[in-house]
């Protein structure tokens, strides 16, 4: 089936380590993003990639790093700068912007809920 | 600067009645405005998409409006079941993949 895939599902992380989300999409999708989202918040982007080997920084990127050396792959490292870690993290792909309006559609992955002990 | 502003907040509704989620926005330019259901723990998924030229769209027991001169949108559910409780997101998409999220309404229905 076609999808994007997230793991671990659940992960904790001791303070001053650094940890990894791993993003998989076979959709075929050029552009990648990672969210965060907290409680009562909306999603706050914190990297994106609209092609590989290049991503760019969302609102939120410090204190996290990727990477994007496949088309398929986009991981997520949280690192021990990441003063708040602890959220529920979102990948999500979409189709690269053509022009047309009804392609712009990010589709989700299920989420990597992140703690940190 | 491009927001979206969802409400209310939360609600909580009883089996079987109807409800209207509302969004405004002041994301420009404007590509097209997408409602999704969020589950608890899990990730949004799409339920209706609103081009420009659209003023409403019908998914189900989902209906969603766009009124592109005041920048404003609603998802309206009818006869609600215990499955539609949720986060009902807005999301707005400016002309280059960029996505504007509102923080949601939590929608609980109750037997």
């Known amino acids: 089936d076609g999808g994007i895939t997230q793991s671990p599902k659940y992960l904790f992380r001791k303070e001053g380590q650094n940890v990894t989300l791993s993003c998989e999409q076979n959709?075929?999708?050029?552009?990648m993003y990672w969210y965060r989202q907290d409680p009562g918040q909306g999603l706050r982007l914190i990297y994106y990639?609209?092609?590989?080997?290049?991503?760019q920084k969302g609102d939120i990127a410090e204190g996290y790093s990727v990477s994007r050396e496949k088309k398929e792959s986009f991981p997520l490292t949280v690192t021990s700068a990441q003063k708040n870690p602890t959220a529920f993290y979102l990948c999500a792909s979409s189709v690269r912007d053509r022009g047309q309006a009804f392609d712009t559609e990010a589709f989700f992955g299920q989420g990597t809920r992140l703690t940190v002990v | 600067k491009n927001q979206v502003e969802q409400s209310p907040q939360s609600l909580i509704i009883l089996e079987g009645k109807n409800c209207t989620l509302q969004?405004?926005?002041?994301?420009?330019?404007?590509?097209?405005l997408r409602w999704y259901k969020q589950d608890t723990g899990r990730g949004p998924v799409s339920l209706t998409i609103?081009?420009?030229?659209?003023n409403t769209k019908s998914n189900g027991r989902y209906t969603a409006t766009l009124d592109a001169d005041t920048k404003q949108s609603s998802l309206h559910i009818t006869a609600s079941q215990l499955s539609d409780s949720a986060s009902y997101i807005c999301v707005v998409s400016r002309t280059g993949n960029q996505f504007y999220f509102g923080t949601g309404t939590s929608l609980t229905v109750i037997p």
């Open positions: 990639s609209q092609i590989v080997n290049d991503f």
């Open positions: 609103m081009t420009f030229s659209e």
């Open positions: 969004c405004n926005y002041t994301v420009s330019p404007f590509s097209n």
């Open positions: 959709l075929n999708h050029d552009a």
